[in-house]
């Protein structure tokens, strides 16, 4: 539970109740999505969802992470379809129930990063947000890099403000390797052309809940993992050497330009992230608030990388935080 500046209570689920929620009303509500494919610019097919309501009038477009996909993120839909919201989301190409890009089916890649953004464009004009009176943006950790490249790139978006979860600017290197590590995934993708793991990744194992770099909610973790078990099709595991050398050639991009983002923007960072840098991030809000009046920062303390899956102190402050500025705008 939250109390809003207005002194309205707000209510989103919480770990005593998850299990009861996820069976139950999240559940319910989830039954009700429409669901379907749509052939991006390239064939490729993508999955889509959404869950709407003819009283509401503002619209959510949520774009997740590497390794996510839209049936990972059902309590997060109930919980801001509960505020209004219509809840538009779908899978990126080569995760998810979209189309897989190649051989290795659990192996994270794609060929240029930019697809990603294309496929995004695609979505967006598939969903038709022209009807709604506000339309919001929210990325995590890949999705808000691939949001922000958007955003970017396409200035007749339909989007009023925008918020980036843990979002992608850079990835957490050992210090030694950040200043090779674009040149070290070009080369190797030089040399390997069929695709090959990057060094230190694996195929999906199920990592267990002592020592992950995810979440301390052991209920939300376990349950993402036990629905992964359960639909084995929808599995990813580590990253290409094509997929590092693009994302870190896209999180470059998103440092570059800026200036090109003229929306409200939130950036929510978990001050105890082990997989994308916080340095990046901070850079990149320092650079933007010269040109972009309207960006906020908010560091959840304690958090680790997937703040809207993390224990409910972290993700209750990241869900009021993230509402409470979109609200504004």
């Given amino acids: 539970m939250n109390t809003s500046n207005s002194g309205i209570t707000v209510s989103y689920t919480q ?3 998850f299990e009861q929620a996820i069976n139950g009303r999240i559940a319910t509500l989830w039954q009700t999505r429409e669901e379907g494919f749509i052939k991006s610019f ?24 590497r390794i996510e996909c839209t049936w990972k993120y059902q309590e997060l839909f109930y919980d801001l379809f509960q ?3 219509d809840i538009y989301s779908y899978d990126h190409r080569g995760q998810g129930y979209s189309d897989r890009l190649i051989e290795d089916k659990q192996m994270g890649y794609v060929d240029e990063f930019d697809d990603y953004v294309k496929d995004l464009d695609v979505i967006i004009k598939h969903f038709d947000l022209t ?23 396409h200035p007749e978006h339909p989007f009023h403000a925008m918020a980036l979860s843990a979002p992608m600017f850079g990835v957490n290197l050992p210090w030694h390797l950040k200043p090779i590590a674009h040149l070290l995934g070009q080369v190797l993708t030089a040399v390997y052309p069929k695709p090959t793991f990057a060094p230190g990744q694996a195929p999906y194992f199920p990592k267990p809940f002592e020592g992950n770099y995810l979440s301390q909610s052991d209920v939300r973790y376990h349950w993402f993992r036990r629905l992964y078990e359960e639909k084995p099709e929808i599995k990813i ?6 997929w590092v050398w693009q994302g870190l050639m896209a999180s470059k991009q998103c440092l570059l330009m800026t200036r090109q983002i003229k929306i ?12 994308v840098s916080n340095d990046d991030q901070i850079r990149f809000i320092k650079k933007l608030a010269k040109t972009n009046q309207q960006c906020a920062l908010k560091i959840i303390y304690g958090s680790r990388h997937e703040v809207l899956f993390e224990q409910d102190e972290f993700r209750n402050d990241a869900l009021h935080t993230t509402l409470s500025f979109l609200n504004q705008y």
């Fill in 15 to 17: 770990e005593s109740n």
């Fill in 42 to 65: 390239d064939k490729t097919k993508l999955f889509w969802v959404k869950l709407t309501k003819p009283e509401h009038n503002k619209a959510m477009v949520i774009v997740n992470g």
């Fill in 83 to 85: 505020q209004g919201y």
């Fill in 131 to 153: 009807g709604y009176s506000t339309c919001h943006l929210l990325g995590h950790s890949m999705g808000g890099n691939i949001a922000t490249r958007y955003i970017q790139t």
């Fill in 237 to 242: 595991g580590g990253a290409s050497t094509r």
């Fill in 264 to 275: 409200p923007l939130l950036l929510i960072q978990a001050s105890e992230d082990k997989i």
